[in-house]
Each structure stands twice: as C-alpha cells, then as structure tokens.
C-alpha cells in the first residue's frame, strides 16, 4: 500500500449543471484519496462523469457540493500564491489532441508561451528549454517540429506536444483525460510508455481517466483502479486485485467486455448476463443502487431502495453493493 501523504484528495464531491429547468448531476458523492507518486485509473463507460470529475481536480470546474483537498487544503479556500502553487502544480492533457491545441500557433509558439509567462525561461534559453521538453515527450530531433503547426502533426505527435505543454510548468499532478483514446493502437502502448516513465524519472501523480479498462490495467498495474457509473464510484480496489477479483457486477462485465487476442481465453471468461443492455438517463435516474436495471443480481426491495454507499472492505479496496456488503457477494 501507498502510505506516502494525499496530494489529492476529493470529499463527497458532486457536480451538477442545468439543462433549461432541469438538474443534472453528473457526478454524485464521490469521494477518493490519490497519494504522491501514485497512478489512479478513473475507468466507466461515456458519460458517467470521469471527465467532469477530472476537470474539477484540475481547477476548470468548482464542485457544487463537497470539496476537493490539495495537500490537505480546501481549493475553494487558495488564494494568491498558494492558488498559483496549485494552478501550477496540477496539470490536464485534454483528450483531444486536434481540438486542445491552437492551430494558428506554432509548437514553438504553444510550449513556449507558458515558459514565458511563468518566468521559467529566458528569451535567451527558450529554444533549449523548448527542445529539451520535446526529447523529454520523444519527439526528436525537435528541431524539426519547432516551426510546425499542429494541422502539421500526426496525432501521436501532437498528443505529445499537449504532454510537454503539460509539463512546461513542472507539475508534480497530472490528469490524463483519454489521453491516448484518439491515436492508432499502435503507438498507445509507446505513449503509455512515455508517461509510466514520466511518473518514474520524474515522480508524478496521475489520475488517468479512460473508458477501457485493459488500457487501464497496462498502465496502473502497479496502483490503482477506481470505477464509475452514472456520477458515482462503485469500486476501488489496486489494480491486480480488481482485475483479478472484481467484486460489483458492472466491473465484472467490463472485464467481460475486453477482447482476447487468444480465442480459447475468450471462450473461457466468465458471462455476465446484464438485466438490460440501456444505460438509464441522467435526466431520469432509477431509485436506489443506480446499477439495478441492469444487475444480474437484484434483489427488489433492497437495490431498487436505498442507494449502497461506497464501503472499505480492507486491503485497500472499496466496493458500493448491498449484496457484497452485507456478506452474499455479488460473483
């Protein structure tokens, strides 16, 4: 276990946003410690609320109820310096690599100008610091990237040039929001690689949001995983542990969901058959447990009641199930 001080820690948080006269919460009661040095993967399916939840770690959205923790102090409380402290210190890379950067800019122009606005380059050593970021993020020789625009780039290069941004500021947090979800399959794994070394050599904290939980488990073997649905957490466990032994239902049938280059490993997994393939709307959200229409476990009268909070099981895993809770298990 990960005994090193929370960096990040979010509180019973929730975000909701109006939709005409309507409510909408799109994140619900979470709450969640991440630990200096360590990786935690935000894993569920589009729309449950991992890039809301993101954006608020960041500082681009303020929780509407709950709060969120920077070395133990409240966000909504920084001001001055303690504020620019955090401001520089955690960092997003936006899951779009075509849409994050500006496109009348030039690399040079876009890695630069954080440099120069933190004071943390002279005009004098701007392109060495420049260039230097770039071999960090293996984009090399960078002297050939420099006058490029994005429109220029592939979009592995230009992913890795929102990376560098990213690290223009030498942050010691960084939220990876899809971070690899819209290049080829054949260079994620190298950009995966990029950023382990990145939290290795440099000692960074990561919370890596995906929607593909065998993405997650390259990445975060070694910390770990943490599961939403519909704006809630309904399991956290270390990463070895959750994929081996997934206690909620809705994480059973995402590890049912990854596909098997082997055929007879895909024959041989464990089906877990849904109730319904429909995920309920945010605008309409079922009573109690959130997951019971499509839980191939429910027990009416209980799931469809009372919403299960988010429970310690020990060894670093948490698990919101009354069925698993209160002793019957859910597998």
């Excluded at 954080?114 to 984009?139: K, M, Q």
């Excluded at 599961?227 to 956290?236: A, H």
């Excluded at 542990?241 to 464990?270: C, F, G, N, V, W």
Aim: proline letters at 7%; aromatic letters at 4%.
């Amino acid at each position: 276990m990960n005994d090193k001080p929370a960096l990040i820690e979010l509180r019973h948080v929730g975000r909701t946003f109006r939709i005409g006269n309507r409510r909408v919460k799109a994140v619900d009661d979470v709450s969640l410690v991440i630990r200096e040095g360590e990786i935690v993967c935000l894993v569920g399916e589009s729309g449950c609320g991992k890039t809301t939840t993101g954006k608020m770690v960041a500082g681009l959205l303020p929780p509407t109820s709950g709060e969120i923790l920077f070395h133990g102090r409240d966000l909504s409380t920084l001001r001055g310096p303690d504020f620019r402290r955090y401001r520089l210190a955690v960092q997003i890379i936006h899951q779009d690599p075509y849409a994050s950067l500006n496109p009348a800019h030039t690399v040079e122009s876009i890695i630069g100008a954080p440099l120069l606005r933190h004071r943390l380059a002279s005009r004098a050593n701007l392109r060495d610091r420049i260039c230097e970021l770039l071999r960090i993020v293996d984009l090399t020789p960078p002297e050939d990237l420099l006058d490029k625009y994005p429109h220029q780039l592939s979009g592995g290069q230009r992913q890795r040039v929102s990376v560098a941004r990213a690290l223009t500021v030498n942050p010691s947090f960084i939220v990876a929001d899809e971070a690899v979800s819209m290049v080829d399959v054949s260079i994620r794994v190298s950009l995966l690689n990029m950023l382990t070394r990145l939290k290795e050599t440099m000692g960074m904290t990561f919370l890596f949001i995906t929607h593909d939980l065998a993405v997650a488990k390259h990445f975060a073997w070694q910390g770990r995983i943490a599961v939403m649905y519909l704006g809630r957490l309904l399991e956290v466990a270390p990463t070895s542990r959750l994929i081996t032994e997934p206690l909620h239902p809705y994480t059973q049938a995402l590890l049912m969901a990854i596909p098997e280059a082997d055929p007879r490993l895909t024959r041989s997994k464990p089906r877990v058959q849904l109730r319904s393939l429909d995920i309920p709307s945010l605008l309409a959200l079922p009573g109690g447990c959130t997951f019971h229409p499509r839980c191939p476990h429910f027990e009416a009268g209980l799931c469809d009641v009372k919403a299960p909070p988010l429970v310690a099981l020990g060894d670093g895993r948490y698990v919101a199930c009354h069925l698993v809770t209160q002793g019957g298990g859910a597998a």
